[in-house]
T-cell receptor
Framework: DAGITQSPRHKVTETGTPVTLRCHQT?????MYWYRQDPGHGLRLIHY???????DKGEVSDGYSVSRSKTEDFLLTLESATSSQTSVYFC????????????????FGPGTRLTVL | KQEVTQIPAALSVPEGENLVLNCSFT??????LQWFRQDPGKGLTSLLL?????REQTSGRLNASLDKSSGRSTLYIAASQPGDSATYLC????????????FGAGTRLTVK
């Protein structure tokens, strides 16, 4: 299994509170991603990072911010959580580049289940 | 915008049957396509990745094919087992290496 951990694994919070989810990898992969998974929508990309301090928006980035100060850590922050952000959040990593499948495969963490009341 | 569709949404088969899962995508200018397995309450496990220049990939009882021109991929599972029961997702990365992946909603497979 790829060395990806997410913390916390479960969190219940109230509307309007800030929440930070952490993704940690031990693979030294360049690319890191945050997705959310919701019934009826599948997985959707929130933000991704292509290097330390290099990030970009995904399909559903509104209400979320990210930071990557070290290769191994990628943080997802909900500045003021809303009930619509109740979801399962997955972190993923990949090397990317070149024609090698080894480099382009995306690996996922175990997920964080977030409930916003 | 790339749209990825997986049909059927659910499939039930008897043990030992060979089966095919389908994935279709609207934009043929893809970088690669990846098949995943997801067990209930768990993360995604990568099964196979096909680069845009490849036609198929095989791993054990699994074989994935890619036909970019028709916007289709199939995942073939031979001699299905109860342990194969899970949701299978396909995901397509767009035309450049930095493009994000678009996921299908998945096919929930039950092997009885």
């Amino acid at each position: 299994d790829a060395g990806i951990t997410q913390s916390p694994r479960h969190k219940v919070t109230e509307t309007g509170t800030p929440v930070t989810l952490r993704c940690h990898q031990t693979e030294n992969h360049r690319y890191m991603y945050w997705y959310r998974q919701d019934p009826g929508h599948g997985l959707r990309l929130i933000h991704y990072s292509y290097g330390v301090k290099d990030t970009d928006k995904g399909e559903v980035s509104d209400g979320y911010s990210v930071s990557r100060s070290k290769t191994e850590d990628f943080l997802l922050t909900l500045e003021s959580a809303t009930s619509s952000q109740t979801s399962v959040y997955f972190c993923a990593i990949s090397l990317l580049g070149g024609e090698s499948s080894v480099h382009n495969e995306q690996f996922f963490g175990p997920g964080t289940r977030l409930t916003v009341l | 915008k790339q749209e990825v569709t997986q049909i059927p949404a659910a499939l039930s088969v008897p043990e030992g049957e060979n089966l095919v899962l389908n994935c279709s995508f609207t934009d043929s200018a893809i970088y690669n396509l990846q098949w995943f397995r997801q067990d209930p309450g768990k993360g995604l496990t990568s099964l196979l990745l096909i680069q845009s220049s490849q036609r198929e990939q095989t791993s054990g009882r699994l074989n994935a094919s890619l036909d970019k021109s028709s916007g289709r991929s199939t995942l073939y599972i031979a001699a299905s087992q109860p342990g194969d029961s899970a949701t299978y997702l396909c995901a397509v990365r767009g035309g450049t290496v930095d493009n994000d992946m678009r996921f299908g909603a998945g096919t929930r497979l039950t092997v009885k």
